[in-house]
């Protein structure tokens, strides 16, 4: 909180994300939290990690106040809704305006997202019903996007003295994988900015009591809220209150919180592993919350010199590689938060394999390992198996691979007692080097419950699976020295597709996300990734991740974030059959590989299906299984291996 001429002013977000990064660790979000000085976010996912990672960032920041909430989508637009929870969302309803007034009876504060999402600006701004909505008390504020044709409609309405609320928010959706970050985040050197993605990089600022939710939704209501785009300085909303700030000297204040926390700076005394000896130094002594849990952090205190000594550190989540929160409390109290990467001792997992044509499992250490490893297999291996130290490889019953992935579960125990239980899946997919004769390909059955999200833990998982007769597929992959080759019968009786460009995920599409090293990393940063669509404009392909030189030792790689346009034929066919639509792809070794792969290489596969009967997003199909949030994560996708 900051006082400004004697006014109290947050800081915070309404429309924040944090389970769509893939990571169950609040730290990251912690420490951003604390570098931008927020009082407050919204956290828009409606999951249940949602209320641990509340109760976990309060614990560790009193200060800090996380209000839970859920981004309800509509095919008219985006809603924000906080505190509270409709029974029914009416997701499929067009009457948006019987939509808000029910969403507004059950929530503490509704409203309307992006004005520039395609059929939002198309149906409710161009029409000027959003101004309707704002005057008939419909929706208790608009987020926009800052664009020039919002900002000056936002003008135009405050110039008429009519209510017009604003807020924003992070609205953040994946982790950016960027190389070579520091072991402590986040500082002057490293900030958020770029690593956190994010939609707008701007942050509201509200006149309040106090940072209540009741307060907050108060004083945005009554207009005291302003917009402040964090990089330019630039405010959006009533002038009255930007001239207030800048006249009080909300910039000093600012950049006095800035030094604040640059004064205070930690460095590690050498890598943070679980079980493992620890120090942590600080630029100046205080107090020290550190995870005795991430749900109850352990307080103690540095030396004199600002230097704390850990004996054995505890592990704080069962993952490879993750983050500590450490908070350091000042002599004068400020609160210093920061994120301290730490790797588990015991890293490992199991890859399918063939030997000759008997299945089997590799198990893969990223991390010398001396002790025992045992493995079950669902279906296969129902008892545990001691892993032979010599091999790492494990024989599996049966010469026909499984039709569904197949859970595993690995138990390891190194020498000194640490153990860890490591759960994945199996995926026994063959792709043989194409001949010409798609009837020969092995086919991948997606036509299960299996690979249905639960609904409202991903993006357009809106209900549960409606069967294989309104929403199925069967893949089939094949490879040449030139490319990969996938081929999806679709079933799906209704197609829609009206959007254009990027957006063409909001209905019936596809994405093929493929990992061509097996990097299994935790970010999307080694991949390449396609978005698909049959459009009005004939088949169309974004190219819209592409492995970065550090991870695919390629020279010139090739630009991420495109639309092909007039080379989408080249990339991809589309026809019909009775059920629907069958898209054919080749995707280009040279987008993802310096050179064209051998017989026998591993990669890592997802694949995403979209369906959408022109009633706003209704089901998802994952293959090989549904992730939470982002399926950005290559560690927990599907593996494929080429074959002769």
């Known amino acids: 909180m900051l006082t400004i001429g004697g006014q109290r002013v947050f800081v915070g977000g309404f429309h924040d994300h944090w389970c769509r990064n893939g990571t169950d660790n609040p730290a990251l979000l912690m420490a951003a939290m604390n ?3 927020l009082d407050f976010i919204c956290l828009m996912d409606g999951l249940p990690m949602d209320s641990w990672i509340r109760d976990c960032i309060e614990t560790y920041c009193p200060h800090m106040r996380i209000f839970l909430g859920q981004e309800l989508c509509y095919s008219w637009g985006h809603v924000i809704t906080v505190g509270g929870r409709a029974p029914d969302p009416q997701i499929l309803n067009q009457d948006y305006r019987s939509v808000l007034a029910t969403l507004k009876r059950h929530c503490v504060f509704v409203a309307m997202a992006h004005p520039m999402y395609s059929t939002t600006h198309e149906q409710l701004f161009l029409t000027g019903e959003l101004d ?12 926009p996007g800052l664009s020039t044709e919002e900002t000056v409609w936002i003008q135009g309405r405050l110039a008429k003295g009519r209510r017009t609320p604003v807020v924003e928010g992070w609205d953040a959706h994946m982790l950016s994988p960027l190389r070579n970050l520091p072991t402590v985040l986040y500082s002057r050197e490293r900030p958020p900015d770029g690593h956190i993605d ?34 330019t300085g630039e405010f959006v909303g009533p002038p009255e209150l930007a001239e207030f700030l800048l006249a009080n000297g909300y910039r000093k204040a600012i950049k006095e919180l800035d030094a604040q926390r640059d004064r205070v700076s930690l460095t590690l005394g050498g890598p943070l592993v679980g079980g493992g000896p620890a120090q942590f130094n600080f630029s100046e002594p205080g107090v020290v919350r550190l995870p005795g849990t991430l749900e109850s952090p352990m307080v103690t205190k540095t030396d004199s010199a600002g230097v704390l000594q850990q004996n054995c550190l505890r592990p704080v989540l069962d993952r490879d590689r993750t983050y500590l929160p450490v908070v350091h409390i000042g002599a004068a109290g400020y609160s210093r ?26 198990i893969v250490s990223k991390r010398p390992f001396q002790g025992t490893v ?45 153990r860890r239980e490591i759960k994945g899946i199996l995926t026994f997919v063959h792709v043989p080097r194409f001949a010409g004769n798609w009837t020969k390909v092995p086919e991948i059955a997606v036509d299960n419950p299996v690979f249905t999200p639960t609904p409202g ?81 004939g088949p169309q392909v974004i190219r819209w991740l592409v492995p970065d030189a550090t991870t695919s030792p390629r020279v010139d790689p090739p630009p991420g974030n495109t639309h092909l346009r007039e080379k989408s034929s080249e990339y991809m066919t589309v026809e019909k059959w009775h059920g629907g639509l069958v898209y054919t792809m080749r995707l280009p070794w040279a987008d993802m590989l310096p050179s064209p792969p ?35 994560v290559p560690s927990k996708w599907g593996i494929i291996t080429l074959a002769d």
């Open 35 to 37: 570098y931008h000085h």
């Open 132 to 143: 309707r909505l704002l005057d008939d008390d419909l929706i208790d504020a608009v987020q």
């Open 198 to 231: 994010t939609c707008s990089g701007n942050r509201t600022l509200v006149f309040a009591d106090d940072n209540s939710l009741p307060a907050l939704r108060i004083a945005v209501r009554a207009g005291r809220s302003l917009i402040e785009n964090a990089t």
């Open 337 to 362: 938060v920061f994120a301290a990467e730490v790797h588990h001792p015991i890293q490992m997992e199991a890859w399918p394999a063939f030997d000759g044509e008997q299945m089997a499992v590799d």
């Open 374 to 418: 045992k493995i079950t297999v669902e279906g296969m291996l129902p008892s545990p198996v001691v892993v032979d130290p010599n091999q790492w490889r494990v024989s599996l019953p049966g010469k026909t691979p499984p039709r569904l992935p197949m859970p595993y579960i690995l138990m390891a125990e190194m020498a000194n007692g640490i």
């Open 457 to 537: 833990s991903t993006f357009a998982a809106n209900r549960p699976w409606p069967g294989s007769d309104a929403f199925s597929a069967r893949v089939r992959l094949a490879w040449t020295n030139e490319a990969l080759l996938c081929r999806a019968q679709v079933c799906d009786p209704i197609h829609f597709q009206p959007f254009t460009d990027h957006m063409y995920y909001e209905a019936d599409s596809l994405q093929v996300a493929v990992d061509p090293l097996l990097r299994r990393e935790e970010t999307h940063g080694a991949i390449a990734a396609y978005v698909v669509a049959s459009t009005q404009a």
């Open 598 to 632: 051998d017989p026998g290489m591993r990669m890592g596969l997802f694949l995403w299906f979209a369906n959408n009967n022109g009633q706003g997003m209704l089901d998802v199909l994952e293959w090989p299984k549904p992730i939470p949030g982002m399926f950005t």
